[in-house]
C-alpha cells in the first residue's frame, strides 16, 4: 500500500503545482485544467511517456506566457520528441521550447545546436518576424523548423516494441495511483480503478495476442522451409 499511497501523492502534488501556476498565469495559455489533464492522459497513451511527467512539462510551459493556443499543444508535443530525441527529461525539453519561443530570433540558436542548422532565409525572415511584432509568424517558423527535424519521433517509440516495459510500468502506476485514491472519491475506488484495471488487462491481453501471432508466423516459416 505504501507504493501506492506515493503514487497518489505524487499526482495530487503535481495537480496542485499546476493548478497553482495555472491561476497564476491568468490562463493565458488558453486552456482549463481539466483540459490540460486530458491533453497529458492522451499524449501518455500515444507516447508511453507518463502523464505525471507530461504534466510537469505543461507546468513549465504554462510559465512562459507568449506559448498559447495551438502554439502551446504543438510545443509540448514537439518537446516529448525533443525529449525522445536526446534522452532528455520532459521539463528540460519544455523549458527549451518555451526559451525559444519567447525569443524565436535566439530560439534558432537554441535548437541548431541539438537538431542541426537552419537555413540563413530562416534565420532571416524569424528575425525580421520578431522586430515588426509577427510573433506568431515568429514562433511558427521556429515549431516548423523542429517538426521538420523530428515530429512524431514519440508518438513513433509509443507505437512500437521499445515501450511495452514503459507501458507495463505506467499501467501499473495508474494502478497505484487509482488505489491511492479514498473510497469518498466516486472517481477512486468506486470507479477509477476498474478502468485502470481494464487498462492493465487491456495491455497483457494485447501481448498475449502479439506472442501468439509471433509464435504462428515463426511456425508458418519453418513449414514452408520444410
Do not use: C, H
Given at each position: 500500500m505504501k507504493e501506492s499511497t506515493d503514487a497518489g501523492r505524487e499526482a495530487?502534488?503535481?495537480?496542485?503545482?499546476?493548478?497553482?501556476?495555472?491561476?497564476?498565469?491568468?490562463?493565458?495559455?488558453?486552456?482549463?485544467?481539466?483540459?490540460?489533464?486530458?491533453?497529458?492522459?492522451?499524449?501518455?497513451?500515444?507516447?508511453?511517456i507518463d502523464s505525471e511527467k507530461i504534466k510537469q512539462g505543461i507546468t513549465t510551459l504554462l510559465t512562459f506566457?507568449?506559448?498559447?493556443?495551438?502554439?502551446?499543444?504543438?510545443?509540448?508535443?514537439?518537446s516529448l520528441d525533443y525529449a525522445r530525441y536526446t534522452g532528455g527529461d520532459v521539463v528540460s525539453?519544455?523549458?527549451?521550447?518555451?526559451?525559444?519561443l519567447e525569443s524565436p530570433e535566439q530560439g534558432f540558436q537554441m535548437l541548431t545546436r541539438t537538431l542541426g542548422r537552419a537555413t540563413e532565409a530562416e534565420i532571416k525572415l524569424t528575425k525580421e518576424m520578431e522586430q515588426t511584432g509577427d510573433t506568431i509568424?515568429?514562433?511558427?517558423?521556429?515549431?516548423?523548423?523542429?517538426?521538420?527535424?523530428?515530429?512524431?519521433?514519440?508518438?513513433?517509440?509509443?507505437?512500437?516494441?521499445?515501450?511495452?516495459a514503459e507501458r507495463f510500468s505506467r499501467a501499473w502506476s495508474n494502478?497505484?495511483?487509482?488505489?491511492?485514491?479514498?473510497?469518498?472519491?466516486?472517481?477512486?475506488?468506486?470507479?477509477?480503478i476498474y478502468g485502470a484495471m481494464s487498462e492493465w488487462l487491456d495491455f497483457f491481453t494485447k501481448k498475449q495476442k502479439e506472442a501468439r501471432e509471433s509464435e504462428m508466423f515463426d511456425m508458418m516459416q519453418a513449414y514452408k522451409e520444410d
Amino acid at each position: 500500500m505504501k507504493e501506492s499511497t506515493d503514487a497518489g501523492r505524487e499526482a495530487e502534488l503535481q495537480n496542485i503545482k499546476l493548478n497553482t501556476v495555472l491561476q497564476a498565469t491568468g490562463m493565458v495559455a488558453g486552456f482549463t485544467s481539466s483540459r490540460l489533464s486530458e491533453m497529458a492522459e492522451g499524449l501518455e497513451k500515444s507516447t508511453a511517456i507518463d502523464s505525471e511527467k507530461i504534466k510537469q512539462g505543461i507546468t513549465t510551459l504554462l510559465t512562459f506566457k507568449n506559448v498559447q493556443g495551438g502554439m502551446f499543444e504543438r510545443a509540448l508535443k514537439l518537446s516529448l520528441d525533443y525529449a525522445r530525441y536526446t534522452g532528455g527529461d520532459v521539463v528540460s525539453a519544455t523549458r527549451l521550447f518555451g526559451r525559444a519561443l519567447e525569443s524565436p530570433e535566439q530560439g534558432f540558436q537554441m535548437l541548431t545546436r541539438t537538431l542541426g542548422r537552419a537555413t540563413e532565409a530562416e534565420i532571416k525572415l524569424t528575425k525580421e518576424m520578431e522586430q515588426t511584432g509577427d510573433t506568431i509568424g515568429a514562433q511558427t517558423k521556429i515549431v516548423e523548423f523542429a517538426e521538420g527535424k523530428m515530429l512524431g519521433l514519440a508518438k513513433a517509440i509509443g507505437d512500437s516494441a521499445v515501450s511495452a516495459a514503459e507501458r507495463f510500468s505506467r499501467a501499473w502506476s495508474n494502478l497505484m495511483k487509482e488505489l491511492a485514491k479514498s473510497p469518498e472519491d466516486p472517481s477512486g475506488a468506486g470507479g477509477g480503478i476498474y478502468g485502470a484495471m481494464s487498462e492493465w488487462l487491456d495491455f497483457f491481453t494485447k501481448k498475449q495476442k502479439e506472442a501468439r501471432e509471433s509464435e504462428m508466423f515463426d511456425m508458418m516459416q519453418a513449414y514452408k522451409e520444410d
